[in-house]
C-alpha cells in the first residue's frame, strides 16, 4: 500500500493507480484519523481486504471521490471498515462513483462492520457492475448504514445490498438536516435488499428485485417498482410497521 496511517492525514485532488498490497489496504491502511479524502480518483489498486482503502479508525469525509475496477480477496472491493472504524460521511456535491469493484468473497464496493454515512446533498451517488462471489453486490453491512438524499440527487445501487441478520440500514432518519439538505429524496436498489433491519424517515425507496430482511422494519414509503417482473417482498409483519406501500406488480408475503 501507498500509506499506513497511524497519525492524521488528510488526501486532495489525487489519482492512485495500480498500487497492491500484500496485505490489507491496497492504497490507505487508516488506523488513525483521516480528516479528510476528495477530489480524487482510486483506480485498479488491490489488497487482501479493503482494494483501495482499509479503515480501522476514523474517516472524517470523502467528497467527489471515484472507485474503479479496485480489486480485494476476500472483503471490500473499494473499502474495508471494520467494527472499530467509521466513515462520517461520503458527501457528493458534485458525483461520487463506485464502478467495476471487485470481492473474493463479499462486498463489491464496500464492507462495512462499523457505521457509514453517505451523503448526496448536491450531487448524485452511484454504485455500478459491482461484484462480490461472481454475483453483483455493492455493499455487504453488518454494521450501520445510514443513506442521506436531497430531492433530485438520488442515491443508486445497480447491485444487491446483503448482510447477515446484524446490520441495519437508515434511510434519512436524521429529521434534522444535518448535511445542509433538504432531505426527502429517492433511493434506487435495482437488486436485491436482504437480512438488513430497515428504517425510512423520509423520502421513497425504489427496489427493483426483492426485499428479504428477518430484522425489524419501520417504513415511511415503501415503493417496489416493477423493475424486474421477477421482484418480491418478504416482510416480517410482526415487527414491521408501514405507513405507505406502493405494489407494483409485486407479490407481497406479509409473514
Not at 218 to 228: A, E, H, M, Q, R
Amino acid at each position: 500500500g501507498v500509506f499506513v496511517n497511524n497519525g492524521t492525514l488528510s488526501i486532495k485532488e489525487s489519482i492512485f493507480a495500480a498500487n497492491t498490497s500484500t496485505g490489507n489496504g491496497g492504497v490507505l491502511l487508516n488506523n488513525g484519523n483521516v480528516s479528510e479524502i476528495s477530489d480524487t480518483l482510486f483506480k485498479d489498486n488491490s489488497a487482501i481486504s479493503g482494494g483501495a482503502i482499509y479503515n480501522d479508525n476514523t474517516i472524517q469525509t470523502i467528497k467527489n471521490v471515484s472507485f474503479v475496477g479496485n480489486t480485494a480477496d476476500e472483503y471490500g472491493g473499494a473499502i474495508y471498515t471494520t467494527s472499530a472504524g467509521g466513515i462520517e460521511a461520503f458527501i457528493a456535491d458534485s458525483s461520487v462513483t463506485f464502478r467495476n469493484n471487485t470481492a473474493g468473497v463479499a462486498g463489491g464496493a464496500i464492507y462495512n462492520e462499523g457505521e457509514i454515512s453517505i451523503v448526496a446533498r448536491n450531487g448524485n451517488i452511484i454504485f455500478e457492475n459491482n461484484t462480490d462471489d461472481g454475483a453483483y453486490n455493492d455493499v455487504f453491512n453488518t454494521g450501520t448504514l445510514k443513506l442521506y438524499s436531497e430531492e433530485n440527487h438520488p442515491i443508486t445501487f445497480g447491485g444487491t445490498i446483503g448482510g447477515n441478520d446484524s446490520g441495519s440500514i437508515i434511510f434519512n432518519g436524521e429529521p434534522e438536516t444535518a448535511w445542509g439538505l433538504s432531505l426527502g429524496g429517492t433511493f434506487i436498489v435495482n437488486n436485491a435488499i436482504e437480512n438488513n433491519a430497515l428504517f425510512i424517515g423520509s423520502g421513497t425507496l425504489l427496489l427493483g428485485s426483492q426485499l428479504q430482511q428477518n430484522g425489524s422494519t419501520t417504513y415511511g414509503s415503501l415503493n417496489l417498482t416493477d423493475i424486474t417482473s421477477s421482484g418480491y417482498a418478504v416482510l416480517d409483519a410482526q415487527n414491521s410497521h408501514i405507513d405507505d406501500i406502493y405494489l407494483g406488480n409485486y407479490n407481497a408475503d406479509l409473514e
